[in-house]
């Protein structure tokens, strides 16, 4: 069997997501195997899962969680890295989602020391950053926006050998800490689970399955959601994650799982 293919950078897509007990990943994988391949990360991994880490930006008002949550639109920061030990490439992420639909941007970072071309942005760099590190660099600017909380979780991916892009994923053992430094390796005694019922809101379903695709949505994915008997729901673990971590520290703005309007 060859590697499985690679996502790429630049995305326009929508993310149709359900929740779904763990013993459906095997049975929903079988069917899905029927027209898609296993990404090279899953490929590589001994139990077709690996590990991502998300290291999400925020302004000092919370001000992308606010949008999200009074659903004025959906933006997010984050710089993504691979493994339990993360190492370069590092990869920049813009995230525009509305009603579904998202566009995503990727921007490929080769350095450790990545974190520079924030803390001494004139510092001369050995590669030259793409137009999407740039823009990322600009709009944590613009907003201010800083490390506030890292998120770990595993994955195991597939890409669509049959469709220009369809992707599904099933995510698990989500994890976070709080983050206010330029740092994307978790320090295990600090990771605390989040995929429990309080955030759930469904005792044992604790597996996030993510449809991806273009504008339109493959036959085989239609088939695959009535086969299932899937129920479309909405999860986000930036929100989640933030909700959990913040109410833990007892903040008002976060009481009862709401952040307040402005």
């Known amino acids: 069997m060859s590697i499985g293919p690679i996502s790429p950078l630049l995305l326009d897509r929508y993310e149709l997501k359900y929740l779904i007990p763990f013993s459906m990943v095997e049975p929903i994988s079988r069917y899905v195997e029927m027209f898609c391949q296993m990404d090279y990360y899953s490929h ?17 008002s919370f001000f992308f969680l606010r949008a999200k949550e009074n659903q004025t639109g959906t933006f997010s920061l984050r710089v993504r890295s691979y493994g339990e030990t993360p190492k370069a490439p590092y990869f920049f992420e813009t ?12 921007g490929f970072v080769p350095l450790e020391n990545w974190s520079e071309l924030f803390t001494d942005p004139s510092k001369p760099q050995s ?9 990322f660099v600009a ?7 800083q490390p506030t909380i890292l998120t770990q979780y595993r994955r195991k991916a597939y890409l669509s050998t049959i ?9 698990r053992s989500m994890r976070y800490c709080q983050e206010s ?15 429990h019922p309080g955030t759930f809101e469904h005792p044992g379903m604790n597996i996030v399955l993510e449809l991806k695709c273009e504008r339109k949505i493959p036959v085989w994915m239609v088939d695959l959601i009535k086969r299932f008997d899937l129920t479309r729901g909405a999860f986000s673990k930036f ?3 933030m909700l959990e971590c913040y109410s833990l520290q007892g903040l008002e703005e976060f009481a009862h799982g709401r952040v307040v309007s402005y």
Not at 95 to 106: M, N, Q, T, V, Y
Not at 139 to 145: C, I, Q, V
């Open 44 to 60: 590589i991994s001994h139990d077709k899962f690996y590990t991502i880490n998300s290291l999400y930006f925020e302004t000092p």
């Open 163 to 171: 469709d220009d892009y369809a992707r599904v994923t099933f995510d």
């Open 95 to 106: 995230k525009h989602k509305i009603d579904g639909f998202c566009k995503k941007k990727r």
């Open 181 to 195: 430094n330029f740092n994307v390796h978790p320090i295990e005694k600090k990771m605390l689970n989040y995929d």
């Open 239 to 241: 929100e989640g994650s």
């Open 139 to 145: 709009l944590a600017k613009t907003y201010n926006a």
């Open 127 to 135: 590669f030259t950053p793409t137009e999407h590190v740039n823009s």
